[in-house]
T-cell receptor, first 112, second 111 residues
Framework: ETGVTQTPRHLVMGMTNKKSLKCEQHLGHNAMYWYKQSAKKPLELMFVYNFKEQTENNSVPSRFSPECPNSSHLFLHLHTLQPEDSALYLC???????????FGPGTRLTVL | GESVGLHLPTLSVQEGDNSIINCAYSNSASDYFIWYKQESGKGPQFIIDIRSNMDKRQGQRVTVLLNKTVKHLSLQIAATQPGDSAVYFCAENINGNQFYFGTGTSLTVIP
């Protein structure tokens, strides 16, 4: 049990849908991250939050919109996605920015 | 940008043998490294880390070696077990900034 949970675990959506991914960490960490994991590619950092403030946005398209209401919760709002956005989306947390990161199980997203 | 890569995309070992997974990194300023294990359907799981002021670090059945001269990192798994079958990847960090991850090596343990 890593202490980082993600819901849903699987999501299938059309290109016109709006959906949200949720991440929750029970570790008391101050930093949270969204990563995208595609087949045969390294993990791609998308967003970083430190103490609820976004500190990094790695040129992510605006169809991905993060939200961090508190240090324990992180959301990724999705709208008008493309098929190439299909991937495993991983949430992670760490005590502070870029310490050892603890990952959740991921949400397997399929965009039709 | 950073480049972290693994020498072999797949590795098969007999149960009970030792496994060695390699990782090359490109930035000599990298000062912190982590090995992760990712099983099918799960998120990456921390295995072991090492800082650049060390050459070797041991955990339970795992050892990480760091060769800064050639910018090379390896993970050694002793007495490999079927439960060790997974994708392993390394991550490098410079001065507490963004981690850069490798693509991973798929380890298969043959019973």
């Amino acid at each position: 049990e890593t202490g980082v949970t993600q819901t849903p675990r699987h999501l299938v959506m059309g290109m016109t849908n709006k959906k949200s991914l949720k991440c929750e960490q029970h570790l008391g960490h101050n930093a949270m991250y969204w990563y995208k994991q595609s087949a045969k590619k390294p993990l791609e950092l998308m967003f970083v939050y430190n103490f609820k403030e976004q500190t990094e946005n790695n040129s992510v398209p605006s169809r991905f919109s993060p939200e961090c209401p508190n240090s324990s919760h992180l959301f990724l709002h999705l709208h008008t996605l493309q098929p190439e956005d299909s991937a495993l989306y991983l949430c992670a947390s760490s005590p502070s920015s870029y310490n050892e990161q603890f990952f959740g199980p991921g949400t397997r997203l399929t965009v039709l | 940008g950073e480049s972290v890569g693994l020498h072999l995309p797949t590795l098969s070992v007999q149960e009970g043998d030792n496994s060695i997974i390699n990782c090359a990194y490109s930035n000599s300023a990298s000062d912190y490294f982590i090995w992760y294990k990712q099983e099918s359907g799960k998120g990456p799981q921390f295995i072991i880390d090492i800082r650049s002021n060390m050459d070797k670090r041991q955990g339970q059945r795992v050892t990480v070696l760091l060769n800064k001269t050639v910018k090379h990192l390896s993970l050694q798994i002793a007495a490999t077990q079927p439960g060790d079958s997974a994708v392993y990847f390394c991550a490098e960090n410079i001065n507490g900034n963004q981690f850069y991850f490798g693509t991973g090596t798929s380890l298969t343990v043959i019973p």
